[in-house]
């Protein structure tokens, strides 16, 4: 069974940095990523990993966030740097498994940035 494991989440001024960490277990995963949901907003994609490395982000946070994964451990971190009040949401880790073939969600992390 897959398992996701989120962690990293919390409460920062703007500015600031937060460091999530998502470590998957129970397969072999495809893609990794991070989405986030704001609230009254739809389930949007930050930041995608595929297993070669290649990387994708949301424009919004292009040059502040990078998100990296090590392929022997199958986690996926997502560094946060320079947060702005409108990054504040409930960030998912998100993989794809490659056995089964189907998408799997995290329980989310909230992230809070305050002004």
């Known amino acids: 069974q897959v398992q996701l494991v989120e962690s990293g989440g919390g409460l920062v001024q703007a500015g600031g940095s937060l460091r999530l960490a998502c470590a998957a277990s129970g397969s072999i995963f495809l893609d990794m990523a991070w989405y986030r949901q704001a609230p009254g907003k739809l389930r949007e994609l930050v930041a995608r990993i595929t297993r070669s490395g290649n990387t994708n982000y949301a424009d919004a946070v292009k040059g502040r966030f990078t998100i990296a994964r090590d392929l022997t451990k199958n986690t996926v971190d997502l560094q946060m740097n320079s947060l702005e009040p409108d990054d504040t949401a409930t960030y998912y880790c998100?993989?794809?498994?490659?056995?089964?073939?189907?998408?799997?969600w995290g329980q989310g992390t909230q992230v809070t940035v305050t002004s």
């Open positions: 998100y993989v794809r498994d490659l056995v089964k073939k189907q998408d799997v």
